[in-house]
């Protein structure tokens, strides 16, 4: 059974920093892409930041220069900086993967979600 666990979710202070990690077990193919999307109450799952098999890196807008993605391709295991952290961080976090079979089958796997809250 594939399993995404995250860890490191918290309360931090607004310009504060928080780290988080997720690590897959259980998967019988390659992971193409690894990455965090989050979700505040009301509101839509929006991609945060992904990275690929071959390192490439990508961030909503909202976070560039702030957060920081990172994969350790051998552990499946991805882990995602947070500095300079605003209130408008605070959401539920998923980890997310993403694979294809040996046919090109897309395959989506997703945690069960970290809370992270920045408040005074």
């Known amino acids: 059974q594939v399993q995404l666990v995250e860890s490191g979710g918290g309360l931090v202070q607004p310009g504060g920093s928080l780290s988080v990690s997720c690590a897959l077990s259980?998967?019988?193919?390659?992971?193409?892409?690894m990455g965090w999307y989050r979700q505040a109450p009301g509101k839509q799952r929006e991609l945060v930041a992904t990275?690929?098999?071959?390192?490439?890196?990508n961030y909503a807008d909202s976070v560039k220069g702030r957060f920081t993605i990172s994969r350790d391709n051998a552990r499946n295991t991805v882990y995602l900086q947070m500095n300079s952290l605003k209130p408008e961080d605070t959401a539920v976090y998923y980890c997310?993967?993403?694979?294809?079979?040996?046919?090109?089958?897309?395959?989506?796997?997703w945690g069960q979600g970290t809370q992270v809250t920045v408040s005074s």
């Open positions: 997310n993967a993403y694979m294809l079979t040996l046919a090109h089958t897309p395959i989506n796997y």
């Open positions: 259980g998967s019988r193919f390659d992971i193409y892409r």
């Open positions: 990275v690929t098999s071959g390192e490439g890196t």
